[in-house]
């Protein structure tokens, strides 16, 4: 009995306490857009801080002591707003808090760095932002013109490098891990990026971290990230239109010209836009069109946001095209009635179909805007993914879940967007002398007299060129009208038709028993079309993610992740499959408010196929087939505006299926299977300062990294001639003899291998910032230097082994003996500035770039010689010539300092609408940035923005 009168006695005291308890309540907005902010934090002094945070309507309710309390309204990216109150016992107040964006760039909010929101001045390695307004003044028909404009990144064929931390891999792998929403868009089977599946209109921030982040992304971001933030539906519905057109000028050089004003009248485009026949009618140059459409808005507990887009391209380069229809949403719904706790759950779902080509080869230095023959290929490509999402925060415990997962299928195959010239028409335009051809079948040697002399002179002098003319001099007799061109021609017809299977019969004097049906099915070639043959891929994808966050400034991030990736090649009809799984964890802390330390562990298992111990590491002299890889960092802030970090990170990079197993084509190039290739893996140290500088009307900061990154078992392609019989790389003459043999015709393309280290290191120096001359005129500019280093730690063992080389075929790994690696420059500057007045926005871009440092061999030989050798002629045929122009000596016109300048002019017609006009490479600089790639020539675009 006395239990139970002390229970109710004590129950009275709580309910009167609770009573007579002082509340402030009230929500948290957004001071422009009126938005409720869920997470903010309402917080006050006693002996400790004490507060609570806001729901997900931005609603708070606080219990506060009698008498007078300063209260701060804090959030990551805004400014503080502190509010005394003076509250009475018992007293319930309502409050409502506008909070206003901090136009400190130091306070942006990032997610990245630790996969968790966090300020830009925190993070203990280099990161660069663009925002939504940095992208709309682009006006980019892809990402990849806004990404390239940000000091230290480079986009080569759509690949994207960080700090010369890659070089250039044709459309197979990439050390930089690209992210949506912190889900990676990278290709399952080749680990590349089709730029076409990133929402482009629906973007709000991208986020480029310099540097390894293996161990929070695992593979592929041993060079750094790219994550891509979408934008989230607002209180107020919201619709946006674009429409954009850009017009190819003229190149400087007038034969590059490939297309006249009949054009696309004769359907000779592979792609043509909506408008083309209608409102372009007039335009003879190829030209691109797009259509973006996105609407979002919040429908009870719902988000609902969704996006439309209709690219066209005509391509500047014959055959680089690219057709592209998407179309993605997000469904998130947050669950009602949680309290302080948040909970949403959703799914994000995606779908492309790319109809695109590009080439890697040209048909001559004089038709540089034209594709070799070898490089007759397009592809057609149709891509699904939906991603179930689910988040979970309970604040006043300081954790969170989240769990993330994937199912991806995409379908696509090769197209040749040209029809290829028969054989009676290659023939015709060589000027075929049949009369020469019948007198040789009929024993008159006379137009072979030629070649003849020249091997006799070839025997007397050892000289190669007194050969290679008899054998040119000869030809001519033949095919007296041949260029190099015409050639090509010729040997990529054989490629595609092949030759008789039994030609080592002519060695000894034997025609081919296969002869007759051979013939028969060059005068039949529809006999010779193969059917279609599609690629197919799947992903599965889960992660679980953890987050701890404690009072002193402590929190952990952990979580798993497991993948499955199975893959169809349609060209050989094998099926590939690869299991990853991996455990993360990351320890970060903020101690006295000055010191940010971050450390973090991964550990992975990898396999491909049966291959089950794809990463050794050896454990106290044990193996397990697990890799960790480890990170650590800091942030000090020496001042209210100065900041020193460090930081180390590992990184691994595991091949892709393609680079390991599959025989492809891309682009026409093959790539061969290597099935001893090896993850690469290494790390990445960096010191930087960033300093926050504010003198009158001028504010921003400026930032000083120094950074090293090292490389073992890097991998890298090297391109040379294949034997489509066996997929061998012709590594000597005798190789070539056996091809022949062989019948089954040779391959251009790369072949992917591990060679030694590469150790990369340099200096970035950039500024970011706003001039504002008053309330309706402001400047806004970005400036960055970058120094690289990129060298080949073992080139010297490498010259050594290729001074043995004594066969005229035998394969180098790059152009020169020097020691830098391939296709990376030493400097490059960039500099983007706006100038905003009212309603009117005019800007520009500079680009500077120095030359690159070595190439692949296959392309170029730029030792010193007395006369050409063997793979130089190969080279002059493979790579053409026009007027004496080769390969060769363009490059070394070419291949030196260049800049290009984008100019634009905004103007923002009412609130709903807007205009901007382009011209990309104001001055129609040529440029290359690789041998045999070209950059567009000047460009002219207009763009509206219509929002509802």
């Known amino acids: 009995m006395k239990k139970r009168i002390l229970i109710t006695l004590f129950a009275a005291l709580l309910f009167s306490f609770s009573i007579s308890a002082q509340i402030l309540k009230g929500h948290v907005y957004d001071a422009t857009t009126n938005e409720p902010l869920a997470g903010a934090s309402v917080t006050y002094k006693l002996k400790d801080t004490q507060g609570v945070v806001t729901d997900i309507n931005g609603a708070y309710e606080v219990h506060l002591p009698a008498g007078g309390v300063d209260l701060v309204f804090s959030y990551v990216g805004y400014e503080d707003v502190p509010m005394p109150i003076v509250i009475s016992k018992g007293d319930i107040m309502q409050k409502d808090v506008y909070m206003k964006e901090s136009t400190n760039l130091l306070e942006d909010v ?52 960080i700090r010369g931390g890659g070089g250039w891999t044709y459309s197979v792998g990439a050390r930089s891990l690209v992210l949506v929403d912190g ?129 066209t391209d005509e391509g500047y380069r014959q055959q680089g095209y690219n057709k592209r229809f998407h179309i993605n949403g997000n469904l998130t719904y947050y669950q009602p009635d949680m309290g302080m706790k948040l909970m949403n759950y959703g799914f994000n779902v995606d779908f492309l179909s790319n109809k695109y080509g590009d080439f890697f080869i040209w048909r001559s230095p004089g038709e540089a805007y034209r594709p070799s023959p070898f490089t007759n290929m397009g592809r057609e490509s149709n891509n699904f993914r ?31 967007p040209t029809q290829s010239a028969s054989i009676t028409d290659i023939l015709g335009n060589m000027g075929t002398d049949a009369q020469v051809i019948q007198n040789i079948a009929n024993g008159d040697y006379t137009a072979l007299q030629p070649l003849m002399t020249g091997v006799i002179k070839w025997l007397g002098s050892d000289k190669l060129s007194d050969l290679m003319d008899g054998v040119f001099g000869s030809l001519d007799n033949i095919f007296p009208n041949a260029t190099t061109a015409d050639y090509c021609d010729l040997i990529s017809w054989v490629m595609s038709n092949g030759l008789p299977s039994d030609m080592g019969g002519l060695l000894e004097g034997k025609l081919p028993s296969d002869l007759v049906p051979w013939l028969s099915g060059v005068l039949n070639p529809k006999r010779n079309q193969s059917p279609t043959r599609t690629d197919k891929n799947y992903d599965y994808y889960l992660d679980y993610q953890f987050n701890k966050k404690w009072d002193g400034g402590a929190q952990i991030t952990t979580g798993l992740t497991y993948e499955h990736i199975r893959t169809f090649s349609g060209e050989t009809e094998e099926v590939h499959q690869s299991d990853n799984v991996a455990a993360y964890m990351q320890y970060d ?50 001042a209210d505006y100065s900041f020193l970090r460090a930081s180390f990170g590992q990184g691994y990079r595991n091949p892709s299926i393609t680079e390991k197993y599959l025989r492809k084509d891309i682009g026409g190039v093959g790539v061969y299977p290597n099935y001893n290739v090896q993850p690469e893996k290494g790390f990445n140290a960096e010191l930087g300062f960033k300093q926050g500088y504010k003198a009158g009307n001028l504010q921003g900061f400026a930032d000083v990294a120094a950074f090293y990154t090292q490389y073992k078992d890097m991998v890298e392609f090297q391109f040379g001639l294949f034997n489509n019989a066996d997929l061998s790389m012709i590594n000597s003459v005798t190789d070539a003899i056996q091809m022949l043999k062989n019948g089954k015709g040779f ?77 990376r420059p030493k400097h490059s500057f960039k500099a983007t500035l706006d100038f905003q007045w009212k309603r009117i926005n005019i800007g520009a871009n500079v680009n500077w770039k120095s030359k690159i440092l070595a190439v692949d061999y296959i392309m170029l030989d730029e030792r010193s010689k007395s006369e050409p050798d063997l793979l130089d002629y190969v080279r002059g045929i493979l790579f053409g010539s026009s007027n004496g122009e080769t390969l060769a000596s363009y490059w070394k016109k070419h291949n030196t300092d260049y ?42 675009v207009v763009k509206m923005d219509v929002t509802f």
């Open 110 to 161: 990032v997610v990245s760095a630790g996969r968790f929101e966090q300020k830009l001045s925190d993070v203990t390695v280099s990161m660069d932002l663009i925002k939504a307004s940095d992208i709309a003044r682009q006006a980019p028909t892809d990402i990849t013109s806004t990404l390239q404009t940000i000091p230290g990144v480079d986009i080569i064929d759509k690949q994207p490098s």
């Open 183 to 311: 889900m990676s868009v990278l290709s399952p089977q080749n680990g590349v990026i089709n730029w076409n599946s990133v929402p482009l209109e629906n973007v709000q921030q991208v986020e480029v971290i310099k540097g390894a982040s293996s161990v929070l992304y695992g593979s592929s971001a041993l060079n750094g990230i790219i994550n891509i933030r979408t934008a989230r539906p607002g209180l107020t519905p919201q619709t946006r239109f674009s429409a954009y057109v850009g017009i190819y000028d003229d190149p400087d050089n007038s034969d590059y010209q490939w297309s006249d004003k009949s054009f696309w009248k004769e359907d000779k485009y592979p792609v043509k836009p909506l408008l083309r026949n209608s409102l372009f009618s007039g335009v003879r140059n190829p030209l691109y069109e797009g259509f973006d459409l996105t609407h979002s808005r919040r429908i009870g507990n719902f988000d609902v946001s969704g996006g439309l887009n209709l690219f």
């Open 386 to 416: 939906i991603d179930p999402f689910f988040n979970f925060t309970n604040p006043e415990r300081g954790t969170s879940h989240k769990v993330k997962g994937r199912f991806y299928y995409s379908a696509d195959n090769v197209v040749r």
């Open 589 to 638: 802390q903020r101690f006295w408010d000055r010191l940010s330390v971050s450390a973090g562990v991964r550990a992975e298992y990898y396999r491909i196929d049966k291959h089950y111990r794809e990463a050794d590491t050896k454990v106290f002299g044990s193996k397990i087939p697990f890799r960790p890889v480890f990170r650590a960092g800091l942030n000090y802030q020496l």
């Open 747 to 823: 391959g251009i393309g790369a072949q992917f291998h591990n060679v030694s280290k590469a150790q990369i290191y340099g200096m970035e120096i950039s500024t970011n910032g706003m001039y504002t001359f008053n309330k309706n005129a402001k400047l806004l500019y970005n400036l960055g230097y970058v120094y690289t280093e990129p060298r080949d730690a073992d080139y010297k063992k490498r010259n050594a082994l290729e001074n043995t080389y004594t066969d005229p075929l035998q394969m180098k790994e790059k152009s020169n003996d020097g020691k830098y690696l391939k296709y």
């Open 899 to 940: 800049a290009t300048v984008d100019m634009r002019f905004g103007v923002k017609a009412t609130k709903e609408v807007a205009f901007q006009f382009m011209i990309n490479n104001l001055l129609n600089k040529e440029y290359s940035y690789r041998p045999m790639a070209v950059g567009a020539p000047r460009t002219f």
